[in-house]
């Protein structure tokens, strides 16, 4: 009977604190979809009248076209529906003056204006932000796949470059879950849970953002918190980039592709554990993708998911992607 009671006691407690940390967890969604909302209305409140700037197109069968455009306003992602259904369709990733530009970031000034595709001769600055954009991906679906009755930390996900084989997120989740295995259902229902997402295609709205804003917005997470300031102190303006893709609001080391409609095949392939860290027991999930424009026959893919299975080593991931330095 006493076991029975306490059995009871301790189901009332456990739902209550279910219930609060759902709630909590809803609460900061929203929380970071308002202030991400506010910020993003202030600064399109920078440019109260229509001012006119000239972008210069650059590209195959573009040069010397010149597109009027409204400054603050309009995006390479404006300029590009301008022309053809194929360069909305396409595009991926602009070269403003020739530095990297998110397709859905305003423009600010006169300037030239290059889109990139997946089909360029050199695509590979677009590969690494396509493969940033699906690690970001990757954990917009972590952050839900557990509901609300268990917390997940996404950490500062690894910078790898394509050739690592795999994209990757770091991840703590809830201790209670420190026991779990990831099964491969598990596996395929995280991808599931990504085909959904790019089935939607989302846009993936980019903000640059003082480290004031940064905090507000990720108030609910210390760990993010500590990405903020450690982003921040790198950045030569003092600016972190936030990104909003529906309603999760992520911090970027760098540009994502313009939608997650440009991904198609995508294969969450494996999750590995890296041991205690100082949020708890951190793993690593990986992944593999194609754009859409690109497509792997399924034996080759089977070969790219197998290599995709394997634990990525960040440090020599990193050095591969380092530049040599020119004495």
Same mark, same amino acid.
């Given at each position: 009977?006493?076991?029975?009671?306490?059995?009871?006691?301790?189901?009332?407690?456990?739902?209550?604190?279910?219930?609060?940390?759902?709630?909590?967890?809803? &609460?900061?969604?929203?929380?970071?979809?308002?202030?991400?909302?506010?910020?993003?209305?202030?600064?399109?409140? %920078?440019?109260?009248?229509?001012?006119?700037?000239?972008?210069?197109?650059?590209?195959?069968? +573009?040069?010397?076209? +010149?597109?009027?455009?409204?400054?603050?306003?309009?995006?390479?992602?404006?300029?590009?529906?301008?022309?053809?259904?194929?360069?909305?369709?396409?595009?991926?990733?602009? +070269?403003?003056?020739?530095?990297?530009?998110? %397709?859905?970031?305003?423009?600010?000034?006169?300037?030239?204006?290059?889109?990139?595709?997946?089909?360029?001769?050199?695509?590979?600055?677009?590969?690494?932000?396509?493969?940033?954009?699906?690690?970001?991906?990757?954990?917009?679906?972590?952050?839900?796949?557990?509901?609300?009755?268990?917390?997940?930390? %996404? +950490?500062?996900?690894?910078?790898?470059?394509?050739?690592?084989?795999?994209?990757?997120?770091?991840?703590?989740?809830?201790?209670?879950?420190?026991?779990?295995?990831?099964?491969?259902?598990?596996?395929?229902?995280?991808?599931?849970?990504?085909?959904?997402?790019?089935?939607?295609?989302?846009?993936? &709205?980019? @903000?640059?953002?003082?480290?004031?804003?940064?905090?507000?917005?990720?108030?609910?997470?210390?760990?993010?918190? &500590?990405?903020?300031?450690?982003?921040?102190?790198?950045?030569?303006?003092?600016?972190?980039?936030?990104?909003?893709?529906?309603?999760?609001?992520?911090?970027?080391?760098?540009?994502?592709?313009?939608?997650?409609?440009?991904?198609?095949?995508?294969?969450?392939?494996?999750?590995?554990?890296?041991?205690?860290?100082?949020?708890?027991?951190?793993?690593?999930?990986?992944? @593999?993708?194609?754009?859409?424009?690109?497509?792997?026959?399924?034996?080759?893919?089977?070969?790219?998911?197998?290599?995709? &299975?394997?634990?990525?080593?960040?440090?020599?991931?990193?050095?591969?992607?380092?530049?040599?330095?020119?004495?």
């Amino acid at each position: 009977m006493a076991s029975s009671n306490a059995c009871r006691v301790f189901q009332r407690r456990f739902a209550k604190t279910a219930t609060a940390l759902r709630s909590s967890l809803v &609460e900061a969604r929203i929380q970071r979809n308002a202030v991400f909302s506010r910020e993003q209305a202030r600064q399109k409140a %920078l440019y109260p009248r229509i001012e006119k700037i000239e972008v210069s197109l650059r590209g195959p069968g +573009l040069d010397g076209t +010149l597109l009027i455009m409204n400054r603050g306003m309009s995006t390479p992602l404006s300029c590009a529906k301008h022309l053809t259904e194929h360069h909305v369709t396409n595009s991926g990733l602009a +070269l403003v003056d020739g530095e990297p530009w998110p %397709l859905n970031q305003p423009l600010t000034h006169s300037c030239s204006l290059t889109l990139l595709t997946f089909r360029d001769k050199d695509p590979t600055l677009l590969n690494q932000v396509y493969w940033r954009s699906c690690a970001a991906l990757l954990g917009q679906v972590l952050e839900t796949a557990f509901k609300d009755d268990y917390t997940v930390d %996404l +950490l500062s996900s690894p910078e790898v470059p394509v050739t690592s084989g795999a994209f990757c997120c770091d991840v703590a989740l809830d201790p209670r879950l420190d026991s779990w295995t990831p099964s491969e259902e598990t596996l395929r229902s995280l991808t599931r849970a990504a085909h959904q997402l790019i089935q939607q295609d989302l846009a993936w &709205e980019p @903000l640059e953002v003082l480290p004031s804003v940064a905090l507000e917005v990720f108030s609910h997470s210390r760990c993010k918190q &500590e990405e903020v300031e450690q982003k921040a102190a790198k950045s030569p303006k003092g600016t972190v980039t936030l990104y909003r893709c529906g309603d999760h609001v992520l911090l970027s080391s760098g540009p994502l592709v313009a939608r997650t409609g440009l991904c198609s095949q995508y294969d969450v392939t494996a999750v590995h554990s890296l041991g205690q860290g100082a949020w708890g027991l951190h793993r690593r999930v990986q992944g @593999l993708s194609l754009p859409f424009q690109l497509h792997a026959h399924h034996t080759v893919w089977r070969k790219l998911r197998q290599r995709a &299975e394997e634990l990525v080593d960040v440090s020599a991931a990193e050095k591969e992607a380092t530049p040599p330095v020119n004495e």
